[in-house]
């Protein structure tokens, strides 16, 4: 894309605004809407945004304090360029189209900015001689708009009876995805009050994030316009299961022409840095639990029984375990990191990720043997194995103390990501001391 080729897509498709977006820590996107008109030169002397939004604001827009970015620079702006590559022709919004940006202040990249901070893992990983073939599997809770109850009830997963509750949303959905690139693979109802499932076919390096944040913020606005509210919010109710944000991936060299995660002549069906790979994903469990289920209320997703991981895990088609591994050939092998919350950054788990598999593969660590059935009997664990961290407060520890993934990610992301998620802390202290049994789906659903 350059350009002239985007001149012409606005004069073909008549459109009259564009939306200049930037998702902010949580994944959450913000934007600035300038007339098309001005498209030139918005790429040439950019758009100034507000950084703390970016950078200090929680859910609810609240700025958190001691992030590097909000008080600390007297609370300005950035500069930020869009990312030719990532425009798009919005169909559900009428005349519109939108680019995602990149933001800098004095000419410098934001370097804690999390997409900024996910394309330099990919830049470690391809310096090693890899990129990465990625994908999200989503799942999302879906309320009426007006009576703001579940679109359905109960937890009996995939049952047919449930469709006819699901038309509303789905249909426009599956008539608006496609337009904007999403090849929808299957989606489902989940074992969750509301929830649905959707995968879709995997990207290349930095694109698959960029279309998983797009891919959480299509759904939610088609939702709106269709009588709905959609949430990633990742246990919203208390008696259905937590929503994944499952982060499947393989390996391949840099030129994406050749997968390197099989080995036929392996018993475990993995190349040697592929299994270092998974080997560095599982000694990193600990403190990846927070990246990878980053609020109070995505924590509360790592409980027993609920094919949710508990410990730091592997298996063959294992749903109970943190990382399963699906050996399926020389194209069709993957590995598919289960920590991740529906209420994740992808930008966050992708470069988390990157990070943890890279020093498997640097320090050669080996893998332990697969486990067996479920994870809950603990007779199938190798020997100390890792439980994740359950609860906000252990799993900030549990990160601080890996110091591979704090310097692999910058200390400016770290700093930011801690800050934040004090605040949320304060917050969940007020409302237990007030007795505000409500406190977390009035903070996270609408937004997340």
């Known amino acids: 894309m350059d350009v002239d080729k985007i001149q012409a ?35 040439t002397e950019g758009v100034k945004f507000s950084i703390s939004t970016l950078m200090s604001s929680d859910p609810q827009g609240n700025l958190a304090s001691g992030t590097g970015y909000g008080e600390e620079i007297g609370f300005g702006n950035c500069l930020a360029f869009p990312d030719l590559e990532t425009f798009q022709v919005v169909p559900w919004a009428k005349s519109s189209a939108r680019v995602l940006m990149n933001p800098t202040i004095d000419g410098q990249p934001v ?42 009830s109960g937890r009996n997963f995939g049952a047919t009876v449930r469709l006819p509750k ?21 989606m489902d109802t989940g074992y969750g009050p509301g929830q649905i499932g959707m995968s879709y076919r995997p990207a290349f390096g930095l ?15 088609i939702a709106l316009r269709n009588s709905h509210i959609a949430s990633f919010m990742t246990k919203p109710y208390s008696d259905g299961n937590g929503s994944s944000g499952h982060f499947i991936h393989s390996l391949w060299d840099t030129k994406r022409k050749h997968p390197m995660l099989f080995d036929k002549d392996h018993p475990t069906g993995l190349s040697k840095n592929g299994r270092h790979w998974v080997a560095g994903i599982l000694s990193h469990v600990p403190g990846l639990a927070v990246l990878m ?64 598999g890279i020093d498997g593969i640097a320090n050669k660590l080996p893998l332990p043997p697969p ?29 601080v103390a890996d110091t591979v993934l704090c310097d692999a990610l910058g200390d400016e992301f770290i700093n930011c990501f801690l800050s934040l998620k004090q605040q949320e802390d304060q917050l969940m202290t007020t409302a237990m001391a007030t007795g505000n049994k409500n406190w977390e789906y009035d903070y996270y659903f609408e937004y997340m």
């Open 9 to 43: 897509i606005i004069k073909k498709n008549g459109i009259s605004t564009i939306r200049y977006e930037m998702p902010d820590v949580y994944g959450i996107s913000h934007c600035r809407l300038f007339p098309a008109a001005s498209f030139q030169r918005r790429t």
């Open 207 to 221: 694109k698959a994030a960029d279309t998983a944040y797009t891919f959480r913020t299509s759904i939610k606005e």
């Open 166 to 186: 699901v038309e509303g949303i789905l249909e426009p959905l599956c008539d608006y995805l496609p337009q904007v690139g999403y090849d929808i693979l299957n």
């Open 111 to 152: 370097v804690g900015y999390p997409r900024y901070v996910a394309r330099r893992q990919i830049a470690r990983l391809n310096a090693v001689g890899y990129t990465l073939l990625s994908t999200n599997k989503y799942e999302f809770c879906v309320e009426n708009a007006v009576e703001r109850k579940p679109i359905f």
């Open 371 to 399: 486990v067996k059935g479920d994870v809950m009997d603990e007779k199938s664990l190798p020997p100390l194995t890792a439980s994740i961290p359950n609860n906000i407060h252990d799993a900030l520890s549990a990160l």
């Open 293 to 356: 289920c980053p609020t109070i209320n995505c924590m509360k997703r790592f409980v027993p029984n609920e094919q949710s991981p508990v410990n730091a895990s592997w298996g063959y088609d294992n749903r109970s375990t943190a990382v399963r591994v699906r050996v399926m050939g020389d194209r069709g092998t993957f590995i598919e990191n289960r920590l991740p919350g529906s209420g994740c950054n992808p930008y966050i788990v992708m470069a988390a990720t990157i990070a943890a």
